[in-house]
Structure formats: structure tokens, C-alpha cells
Nanobody
Framework: QVQLVESGGGLVQAGGSLRLSCAAS????????MAWFRQAPGKEREFVAA????????NYADSVKGRFTISRDNARNMVNLQMNSLKPEDTAIYYC???????????????WGQGTQVTVSS
């Protein structure tokens, strides 16, 4: 079992930045690919970014490439999502997730956090 707790969400103006963090506990953190997903009102949950167990490989949705950066600290059992140049369409609940699979956009997580709200005003 892995427990995931997100933090760092909030309200920001378009063009601004936010940094989301996810603290993991339970089974060894470095065992898992880590990912971020998001779900906007009335839409399905979608992949945002993923990072390999070592942190050397990352994958991003086209909609966030060049604006978002995923990183991890295996010593602290943390994964982060730095979000820059935010747009109103980035408004969603953001979920941290852990998976056994490689870090690609088709990843199917085994564990989920409870989510953190990000709201970008225009």
C-alpha cells in the first residue's frame, strides 16, 4: 500500500505559477513511477506528467509541455509539479498517482491521492 497526500493548490491569476507537492508513505517510494493527473469540471480525468523511478525519464501531456515540470526526491519520498505560465484551462483538481508501469501517457496508476484544487483566473 502507498498513501499519497497532495499540497500546494490554490487560486492564481493567468500567467502565474504554482508548485504542487505530493508526499508518499508506505511501500518504498523508489519502486514506483510517479505521475500527476487532473480533472476539470464536467471532464474526464487526464494525464498531465509522469516521472520514472530514478527521475531520469519524464513524459508530459502536449497541453503542458514547456510550462510544467515534474520532479522527485526519492530521499524525501516527494514528487513535485512546478506549473508556470498557468492558463484558465489548467483549472482542475490535480491528483498525484503511483504506478508500477513506465512513465508514459497511457499509465494506469495503482494508487491515488485525494487531489488538490488549482484555480486559474483570467
Amino acid at each position: 500500500q502507498v498513501q499519497l497526500v497532495e499540497s500546494g493548490g490554490g487560486l492564481v491569476q493567468a500567467g502565474g505559477s504554482l508548485r504542487l507537492s505530493c508526499a508518499a508513505s508506505g511501500r518504498p517510494f523508489s519502486t514506483y513511477t510517479m505521475a500527476w493527473f487532473r480533472q476539470a469540471p464536467g471532464k474526464e480525468r487526464e494525464f498531465v506528467a509522469a516521472i520514472s523511478r530514478s527521475g531520469f525519464s519524464t513524459n508530459y501531456a502536449d497541453s503542458v509541455k514547456g510550462r510544467f515540470t515534474i520532479s522527485r526526491d526519492n530521499a524525501r519520498n516527494m514528487v513535485n509539479l512546478q506549473m508556470n505560465s498557468l492558463k484558465p484551462e489548467d483549472t482542475a483538481i490535480y491528483y498525484c498517482a503511483a504506478a508500477i508501469q513506465p512513465p508514459n501517457s497511457a499509465i494506469k496508476p495503482d494508487y491515488w491521492g485525494q487531489g488538490t484544487q488549482v484555480t486559474v483566473s483570467s
